[in-house]
């Protein structure tokens, strides 16, 4: 919304041409992108039944949240000309394409340095000690038991006596790996650098005119959480030679989840 805002306000882009680039993703209203048993969240909500009432209710906590935070918004931007942008519909399906398109990105802190150097002075460690207790007991009780980062207790570093800034977490809308389709056997990944630049890193050679697959998944999974996790998140059954491979080992008896086979012309999987 920033980023369109500012388009048009310094850069005299249209404001149709500058909310045009967000609408070319993966997207679905994300009041429609509920979870529901047994449905993916992409799939059109049930009208009927006991999962219609199901559905409704998780709709009406979404429309509820997406209204509030709008209202914010409007707030803030609210020029006679942004009243396209502002309203429900196309916020909604902006925040669904988000929840599609979007990657996971973890970096260093951008104030780790800086505390670094507070830290060296007592009278700042006096000050805000307690700060650092509170703020490290909620860290803790706030982690995710499935999380691959050590606790927090484990990340701080003995030197800094304690101050140091766990690494900076947050979700990214990068235009090229947004077109991308998704493979269990991608021909790239991404590699993050600080101020969360992206770099798209070929993991095999890709021939001219090529797709470029991501994996939307961890690739290293068992077969029935990789097709799981993406019917469920993003609404389609993967048919990738990784899962074709491995469903027909199955079929035939021989086990579909070695993680050691070789894909012929490709790199161990």
Known sequence: ??????????SG?????????FTRFAKMSWLNMVSVPSRSTCEPLPRRGPLAGIAQAKQGKRFKAMSESL????AL??????AELLNIDF???LVGQFSLSNVWVRIEHPLASRLAECSKDESFKQRYGRLLEVATRAAKEAADDDDDEPPVDQKVDAGCGGWRLGRFEGSALFACMALSNHSCLPNFDMRFTDGAIATMVALRDVEEGGELHLAYVSPSKPLDERLATLWRTWGFVCTCRKCQDQLMARAVGEGGDTAGSAVPGGPPV
Do not use: T
Request: glycine content about 0%.
């Open 1 to 10: 919304m920033a980023e369109i805002v500012c388009l048009v306000r310094h």
């Open 13 to 21: 882009v249209d404001l149709f041409e500058a909310m045009a680039f």
């Open 71 to 74: 209202e914010i918004l409007s």
């Open 77 to 82: 931007l609210w020029e006679k000309r942004f």
């Open 91 to 93: 916020y909604s399906n």
